[in-house]
């Protein structure tokens, strides 16, 4: 009887065993025959700068900051002064130059004056050698009279030549002059910092009274236009972007959206990833940068953190 009963046991084991394996492979056939999810969207960290780009603006001179005149967050046109620095020497070795110039036209001019009279002599003289050599040869006057009136031709030429000389010494000097003033006026606009586009200063990196240098970066600067997110996808959904694709951006806080755009620029090449990366992270991912100009902006701020979400579908 225990022999009966052992046997029927095993069978029912058996059984259940058989019933759970073929389940099991159902299961697995229903998951492995279930269609991949479709990918719609792709998320990406973002920062938002002006479509033109954040730009550092530089010193071209040297000296001390007199006045700042471009406050942070205030809007200037292109060509706007932004910061003087002390000219006092500038100025006064240009208007010693200046000075100059006016002494040296009238030089120039004094010597065409008298180039002019010369030249009237000169030909005076010529044309009464001619007669005194026609009168040499008739007799009518003697060779001394003759050679007085070569000499003074000769005489005159030389003057002549000479006050050409002249004009073209003093010209010369005239124009190395002009050149000193026009040098010294582009010394004393670059102590001028002016505006390079529309837009406004973020960020002084300097103080009144500081002493710069030429090519010290001193602060940032925002074009005007429109404002950019710009990310990056990683390389498995990189060729899934297209250009014209709309995106959202939203807040890392809370996840409200601050903004919608389009694609309007691809990386053509793929690049270590770079954006809000961690130094120490060793991972080797390629990715693409995208940029998506945003449609409103007023929710969003220069150089933020956000998520940028871009729509395939």
Known sequence: MKKVSACFLMSIVLLLTIISCQNANKQENIITNMPPKEITKVLGIAKIEPEDGLLFIYAKSNGTISDLVGNENKNVQKGDVLIELDNKSELTQLALEKSKIATQNFSVE???????????????????LIINQKLFEAKAITEMALNDSKAKVEKLQIEYNKQLFDIKQNKSKRNEIEANIDYKKIVLSDKMIRAPFDGKVLQWDVHLGDYITTGQKIGQFAPDGDLVAITEVDELYADKIELGMKAEILSQLDGQKMADGEVVFMGNFLKKKSLFSDENTVEDRRVRTIKVRLFQSSKTIINARVDCVIKLK
């Open 110 to 128: 004094y010597s065409e004056e008298i180039l002019n009279i010369v030249n009237v002599d000169l030909q005076k003289a010529k044309e009464d």
